[in-house]
């Protein structure tokens, strides 16, 4: 996957995108999630599809099924989200990490 380039705006949008939705994911494992408002606070700082779709995590950690549904549901390209999930997957593996099987997180 060729990286596409984010000026400092898109960066700081895909910062708060990426810490938004891993709250309202973790408040998925509690029973606190709520649908609207994880939807609805997403749309506040961006509805663009593509850098919604770089919000998402690698697909073996814990809470990627959770993530790509949230993220889908808030207008996030499925095919971006798919190529950031591998490069980011990629990524890891070339630096050394162990990666294992995909997450099994709850849906």
Do not use: N
Request: aromatic letters at 4%; glycine letters at 4%.
């Amino acid at each position: 996957m060729e990286t596409a380039r984010h000026d400092s705006r898109d960066r700081l949008k895909i910062a708060a995108l990426t810490g938004t939705a891993s709250r309202h994911a973790a408040r998925k494992t509690s029973g606190q999630y709520d649908r609207d408002a994880a939807i609805a606070e997403l749309h506040t700082v961006s509805t663009d599809p593509h850098l919604l779709a770089h919000a998402i995590c690698s697909p073996r950690h814990w809470q990627y099924r959770t993530l790509r549904a949230m993220l889908l549901e808030a207008g996030a390209d499925e095919q971006d989200l798919d190529e950031v999930a591998a490069y980011i997957d990629e990524r890891l593996r070339k630096a050394g990490f162990p990666v294992g099987e995909l997450a099994d997180d709850q849906e």
